[in-house]
């Protein structure tokens, strides 16, 4: 950490924040400069983030050097982290395809569409039983009835099931009923959720905030890490952009970021991201390339009767045929598409 | 609403919307131009907001004419509302100043603080015993113990308090010991906690969060009121911005756009907004020319010993001045601050 | 278009605005709903989208169905447009990869980077003569000379060349010199600026300023093309995002939107959307993945010593590696990357 | 400024950053930390500026310590600047209104709303003659006759004027009737334009661009200043923003921060910033109130048949009652209102 002083310092205030800096454990080293005067913060700058140096009267800024994180960092691991949903790996060179409809609507709905996306390629079925909807007048979705049904329908084709919660209070009901758990955008800093939700130990998809820096996306990841669990699978489904043409903006940079950054593995949710089936190809394909660990599609048959977000997924057909270019573009980057058994 | 056709629809395609705009009770008005043929909705088309009509083949766009919410609706209700705080009157002309540190650290620092704020102006006392830290390492709050200090203190100054809930777990809880309960800016769209207070038929501070448009931030408001009570003030506490200058950007434009759509009172955090003291004075000068209802700034006597987000805070003597040019601003603009009996 | 009425407009109100629609030679047609009267337009809106309608009292919005672009429009032009750089074919399948140093600073230099950027599969070079640098103390590019030794080093490699222009007063200057004209994103609506480059009906490379949505990319196009040419490259590199750990946000889903709304090809240019050497190769791959017609990367052979951006340009033989992927992704597209004679 | 080195740093690598700090003639501070090593530079850090220090091998981050600006920063000139218009003063508790149409359409058009604007006590006359409009077919202004207007009706009634200028080869043009040039948001880094209009030694309005941090407008007024004036008013106008409600978003807290920052005068132009009357008089307030030296007001007399922006153009009537309250806040805060003296 370097603690920037004013122009107009006294000596006064530079042993102050010296004996600040010293009272912590941690050593400072002064350098006067022609126009200002810096302090390079010396051992483990971790203990000082908490504290308000910026206050300090004297002081211009502070720049912290290295991450606030630990737990979610590459320097810390190194490897990348493989998370194994029910025995579909994500990361370090596996490649997983989530797909389903946006809400659990009945057996029937989920039945055709797990046929489906499993016949295309999926290998994680996704379906929303709690939905948290912008209207309090919109669907909510079926609740543990909701739940029943994907838990029936993934063992029916054996495919692993993730689906979203939001409520800490229901985190065990939820985690007996899903594979993997999600936090969807809107809850990337419910912090108390994050922790309910490490504690099970469960696989977590965590979607990335819309205004949330890839460090805040990280910090949240760190949450759950620091409740003794590794299994984190990182989503980039969007953040708030300026032009009204699509749902969210699509930063797909934040893929070859997150891997600069962490171990963790990182896929992308082109659905939620553009809102647009038009456009959901082309910047799944993009995710792909830019090098996610997974692809996140909603589909559903009869996106005009969808009760939830119709308008965003894709076809069955749509799908498959994305799906199709997707495992060639896998195979061109070296990647390994995660399969299930075929179904007997 | 109004439905917007693709340029190469089909017959039979328009046919087919308006027979599902019909089946809902709603009557179908076609119009065909030169260029594209629309069909305008009449009837109430809150009954087609939750129906993915974009996802029908041949239509091209969906256009929302009424605002999706009701009861947080000027329209419905063109009288302003006024929060009533244990006391202390919010909107329709009262203007309100909530101030207190961060987060609550100890009884000394309360009573140190709520002493120079209520001596300044300030009616409401605020202090976080849960606090929604971005990192899992920092100070997250004393919990119940805080609560306590911060009651204690409030009745010793005779202040209502107002303080944060973050888990609907704790809504009971907190309720107890608070005469307003606060919705922080990452807590906005949890619509599960909204609920949650909403029931308590408390005041409500909702804070807006950082990537929430006005209308999301009415919504919020409206899961809150669809509970069945009207106490709920809104705040601007500044939206992600792309200049790190500050560390959001203040949206004072947002006050008089909630006073047009909403007869819901919003105050201004010029504190979050901009989380730097030298900028606080006038953005708090700004948000209430703009005609806010209330303003809430972070106070603490020691800035640089503070457990939380010190480097943001007023000291109390730069907050007394501030008080007093509100004032002064509040008398201008005809607006009654709303104050407390002396402390006898 | 459609104007819809504010729910207390009167008679009066309603018939002067069609009036006022009728005296265009439009036709206006009512229609009354339960809580709005709305207004649709029969005719070409283009005649009504400088009106201000919105001011007319009893107005509440005004929501334009057509875009306001024409020619840059798919619908006017539904076959892919193939724009051609000196031989080098952008568009319409075919794939250019356009590369070279951000600043030209001398023939040496020049040389052993077009040497390297040819070998590697590069079809067009760049580099700035005249350069916008956001401090009038940075380096301002080698003017003339610069062009000049542009144009050499393009002759004896063979490869066509594009350079940015900024001032009206040099186009015709730079048009001597350069097979393509940039204009910048910092000029993409210097409207002065885009019709004197229309005019010289040279190849123009449009760069999206860095608050642009598509729709006024597009518009900026319509500015050029309104001069009488139609060979314009559209080129996405990056807008302005709220992590301050890119440079820019890079807007993946802006190459399948333009290729929706538009004939255009457009390019990508992960350099500078991302600011950062380690995250170039993922975004250019991409930027491909997701349909670009064409990727263009700084290259400098010593960044570390570039009187520009060095920061952000990769090595030759980073740049080489990445080719060499971009030609394999290509062709699993099934496009074709635009290639020279190979030099005797 | 301060290097930071990468974890795996080499002392060779080490060796060769300090040999190229040095080489520039300044000194550099070596500081071993526990997890990485940093390097002060001493000395004039401006030197370094335009090096890509970030291309060195071996650092990972390097960070200005000074601002980029100097002309325009407040430490070197405490003083605040006082821009005198014609005698119109702006800056140094001096406040002037600004009113007019966004376009001159006609004298009598001109003199009806001069007349109404400089009764309600402006003191400033605006008018385009030349705009920059979105789309091409949108009506362009009237040009040098626009001029003639403008200054005519500005003589007319004694009040000094103000116009935009878009292209360099009409800044003479300009420069012959304008007492005061405006450079408009698009061309805030038209880096030929600021450094042709620098060159007039005529007060400048620079009006921030939508994607512009506070320092991008300190640099872009630095290119202006660096020709050898000082007379630079800066205005806030929006900045691009997510809320479709708004035409941009008005970041207030730009007013005290360039007031933090730079000894240069910054007004506000709340029309730009909504887009919509009924929010414009809140932001002028706001404004005022966060310390502007100034308001710029658009104001017509007939909105609905404006010939540009009337949609967002407050009536006379509107603008008289407006710039009553802003002279009483003025009063307020202590400022004095730049006043003409009586019409005769």
Redesign the interface.
Known sequence: M?I?LK?DVTEEQIQHVIE?VESLGLRA?L??????T?I???????KL??E??????GVA?V?P??P??KLASR?AHPLPTVVDVAGVKIGGGHVALIAGPCAVESYEQMETIAAAVRRAGASILRGGAFK????????QGLGEEGLRILRAVGDQFGMPVVTEV????RVELVSQYADMLQIGA??M????LL?EVGKTQKPILLKR???A????LL?SA??IL?EGTSQVVLCERG????????RN?????A???VH?LSHLPIIVDPSH??GRP??I???A???????ADGVHVEVHHQ?????S???Q?LLPEQYAELAQQLK??AQ?LGKTISTLEPVQ
Do not use: W
């Open positions: 370097i920037v122009p600040r080293h350098s006067r400069g022609t126009y200002r810096i390079g913060v010396i051992g483990d700058e971790t983030q908490a308000p140096l910026a206050a300090i009267p800024e720049v050097i290295l606030p994180y320097e948290p909807r912008t209207s309090p007048y919109s669907f939001m409520d800490p209070r809107r809850n800093q419910n912090f108390t922790s905030g819309m205004s820096t890839v460090q805040d910090m760190e949450y620091s953040v708030k952009g300026f032009d009204p043409a699509t903006l699509f930063d797909v940079a893929v070859p970021l600069q991201a553009t038009d456009l190809p082309a910047c394909m993009a995710g792909l390339a830019a090098g996106p005009e009767k969808a009760l977000d119709g308008a997924a060639q573009l061109l």
